[in-house]
Structure formats: C-alpha cells, structure tokens
C-alpha cells in the first residue's frame, strides 16, 4: 500500500465484505487497510492517519458502536470520520445509535457503488483541503523565520550608520511586503474553496491579524517617504463611493465583531467622480477607522462625506471642491491635556488607555502629515468618555465631461473584456508570488506563462505569443527595469505589449522609474486582487 496515496479503513468481521468494498474503491486509486474486527481496527488508527473509516456495525467483541467511540476518545483519531454500513435498513435505533457514536453518516448493505464512492470523494477533498492549510501554516512559519533572520542581519549592518532610521524602515518594509503578498493571496484564493466553518473561522481570523499587519507596514512605508520627502500625491479620476467599498467592508465587519454598530452615508451632492490621489485618502479614512473601532467599547463608528462650503478653495484654473471626510465614534475619548501628544510620532497618551488598548503611535501623526501633502486639514474634537470626531477637509478637482466619459468607458471595457484566449507572461523570481499570479491570472480565463527573470522572460517572448506582460522590477540575473528597455527596444511586435508592473518598492519615485523603463502602469505589493483584474482586463482590451 503506497504510503503517499491518502488512506482509507475498512473494517467488516466478514472478508467477503470488506474485499468487495476495497473492489469498489479501487478506481478511486486509495491506500485501503482492512480489519476484522473492533481491536484490529483501534490498533491500525494508531498507527495510520485515516481520512475515512468504512465499518460494520455488527462485529463479535467490540461492535460498531464500541469502536467508534474508542477510536473518537483517542486524540489523535478525535477528528475521523466514520461512516457505518449496516443491513438493519428498518432499524431506526440502529441509526440514532450511530450518529451518537461519533459517526458523520452511514450507508445500507447491498452498498451502492455510485452512493459509496461519491461520500469517499467528498471526505478524501475533505481531508486534503485540511493537509493544504496545515502544510500551508508550516510554510508560512518557515518563511517567518527566514524573513526574522534576514531582517536581523540587515539590522546589524545598518545599525553602523547614525542615519539609519529612514533607510531600515525602508529595507523592512521592501522585505515585508512580498512575503505579505504571498499570504495574502493565497488567503484570498482559500475562501474560494469549500471550507468548513471552521476553517472559514480560521481564515477569517488570518485575514484580520493580516490586516493589521499589512496597515503598519504601510504606515511605516508612508513615514520613510514623507520624511524624505519621496511621497508625491498623483492626480487620478476616482470615486469616493466605489474607492472605499474594500475598508467599508472590513470595518463593518470588524465593528459587529465588537457588537459596534458602523454607518456610512454619503451625501449625494458629493460629486460621483472628482480627481485626487485615492490611494493617500483611503490610507487616512483607513487609519481613523482603526482608531475609532480600537477605542469603542460600545456605541457606533460612522464615517460620512459631505461638501464643504466653509473651506477656503485656493484660486486655481480648475474647478475645485472641498470634500469634508468626518470619522465619529462613541467611544473612550480624549482628554484635553493629551492632545497635543497624539500628533506626536511614536507618542501615546499616558496611563491605562495606552496599556490597554496598545499600538505604535502612527495613526494619528500619519494622517496629520498626508492630509497636509494633498493641502487639507485635519481637525479633531474629543470629550473624555463620551467618543472622538475627526473631520478632514480637502480641496479635490472636479472631472470634466470629456474625462467622466473616457473613464466610463474604460470602466466598460474592463466589466466586457474578460477571459479569451490571451497570454498572460508573469515575469517573478518568488515562487510563492508565482502561484498566487498565475492562479489569478488563470481564474480570469487567460493562460499564463512563467519566467523568473528578465532574461528568461525574453526568451519566453522569442518563442511564445504574449498579450500583456505581469514584470516584477527587483530581480536577479536581469531586473524589469533592463528587461523592459530591451522589450521596447526590440524590433518585433512584441515591443508594443503593455508591461504592468508588480513591485514591492511603492515611492512616487518608484513608480516614475517603472513608466521611465517603458512600463504602461504598476500594481503595488501586498496586490489587490480586484485591482489586479482590472488593469488585466483594461489592457487586454486596448491591445
């Protein structure tokens, strides 16, 4: 019995019956183990991992019953499943018995072989849907420790230099940010599964922890580029309504789980579209949130947009409007001889609220200092237990009608063009961020093609028709900035195929570098699937 084929119990006190079971199983290409009776049974648990036992109820010694629930007090066999076979089709307490015994379902004898093999299918996916995540937890803990260890070495070269501050947090957060997208996606692909509730709970509980995590690299990220002045707001057609359906979510569920009500409303002379920098605006309601959510015990979080008339708009030559952002919450508050402390960086209030509810002192001075780079303001008004409001005002540029009508139908083009015959090259030397591509890519119907390097992927490109190319830009052998020069540079078609970037490096000046090199647009690690769908589906069209 090859060991690495998943294993199945049979276990009849006639051999007849049990070798016309391991019969009708033998398509299903399994490890079948057979026992004669309830002892012979218990001993083979101990020794194997099964993900189905198959069993006769009535066996001389230990009966079906018996086994059953011997096998289940054992906590290594706690979690098997056990399916009685039984002749007794008109003996209702022969059923009532089973499912106390432990048993998740049974079948009657003369066994159907159609009715068999579907419930063994079932359980066997059962079983390697747990194997995947539990093999999946001891990669994630490997990649930790190798991350930890790399992290410190780069800790100890850097700790020489008097300024090195900007440039750790810098190296940190380029480190961090593809393991994250490793993680993230393959969480993302997990719900797509059939799960059971435990492990959608499981998930569920990675995705938040992830999150969180995800939100201090970015705010360290954010930190290192404003105090070096690298972060530059682009100017980009957007919708406040659509751009915050992803934290919307988030926050809403985050706020049930603490029993918190969460409003959104959106007032409707709130143009549908305007211009600004979505990105640094979703980053700052996004902190405030997690603010107002940590710090609530009981009551609501509310987020609302409105227009503001008050804002002094400075004389520009487009049409502008000032955009009032306000984050309220019911809950601890603040008092008025700590809030000059909160807009400190790495500064925290004294006393038990900083015990208690913990955190970097990040949020706060972040959002203060991005609120100035887009030429807003940000204020706050706070009572000590009775809650906190934050209102941010910002001047955006109003769409005109020839740019709302470009942007809609963009917006069409990407809703029609899905699937088809389109080659989609993904150009990665991490292997896990490969698989998380090259899943993606494959669920949106286009075949994906694999290279680990520039110099691979070029000669990918000499034999391979390619639609759309999917360049990470730090590589070794050749990066994808050289192998985007030399794309462009070349003589065949291929030079017009719009080359997105996948970087972990997010600086304005980062992303000038990508559309210098010849890139058409860039995606940011930890990548956002529905992101990553649209621009596919974008430029996929336009070729």
Partial sequence: MPSGKPKVLLVDDQEVNVELLDILLEPLELATYKAFSGQDAID??????????????????FDGFETARRILDHPD???????????????????????????????????????????????????????????????????????????????????????????????INHELRTPLNGVQGALNLLNDFDLSSEQQELISAA?????????????????????VNALKPEK???????????????????????????????????????????????RVVDSLLSNAVKFTREGEVSLSIMLDDDFDLMPSDEERVAIRISVMDTGIGIADNQRET??????????????????????LPLCHSLVSLLDGILTLDSELNRGTQVHV??????????DAQLHSDESEVCSECEGGSRNVLIVEDNQVNVLILKKVVERC???????????????VLDTSAVD????????????????????????????????????????????????QAGMNDYLSKPINFDVLKAKLSYWLAVT
């Fill in 236 to 282: 980009k057609i957007l919708s406040l309504r659509r751009g915050f359906n992803d934290i919307i979510k988030y926050f809403r569920n985050s706020a049930s789980s603490e029993g918190i009500t969460f409003n959104f409303n959106v007032d409707p002379q709130v143009p549908e579209l305007l211009m600004g920098d979505l990105a640094i605006v979703t």
């Fill in 44 to 61: 083979l648990c101990q020794e194997n991992e099964f993900f189905l036992i198959l069993m006769d109820i009535q066996m001389p010694g």
């Fill in 468 to 515: 759309l190319i999917l360049m990470d830009c730090q590589m070794p052998v050749m990066d994808g900035f050289e192998a985007t020069r030399r794309i462009r540079a070349s003589k065949d078609s291929i030079k017009n195929a719009p080359i997105i970037a996948v970087t972990a490096n997010t600086t304005s000046i980062d992303r000038a570098e990508c559309l």
């Fill in 393 to 402: 005002v910002l001047p955006m540029c109003m769409v005109s009608k020839s």
């Fill in 342 to 363: 909160i807009f400190k960086l790495f500064r925290q209030v004294e006393g038990n609220r900083n015990r208690r509810f913990g955190g970097l002192g990040i949020g």
């Fill in 77 to 171: 066999t706690a979690d098997t499943p056990i399916i009685f076979i039984t002749a007794n089709v008109h003996a209702q307490h022969f059923e009532h018995e089973a499912y106390r015994s432990g048993a998740v379902d049974y079948l009657f004898k003369p066994v159907d072989e159609h009715l068999l093999t579907s419930k063994v299918i079932v359980f066997q996916r059962l079983w390697e849907q747990k194997r995947a995540l539990m093999h999946y937890q001891q990669s994630l803990e490997g990649l930790v420790e190798l991350r930890t260890k790399s992290l410190h070495e780069t800790m100890k070269e850097l700790v020489k230099s008097n300024q090195v501050k900007d440039q750790f947090l810098a190296v």
């Fill in 445 to 459: 119907g286009y075949h994906a093609l694999t290279a680990v390097n520039g110099e691979e992927a070029l000669t």
């Fill in 207 to 227: 995705s938040s922890s992830l999150h969180h995590l995800v939100d201090i690299v970015e705010s360290i990220l954010l930190i290192t580029e404003t105090n």
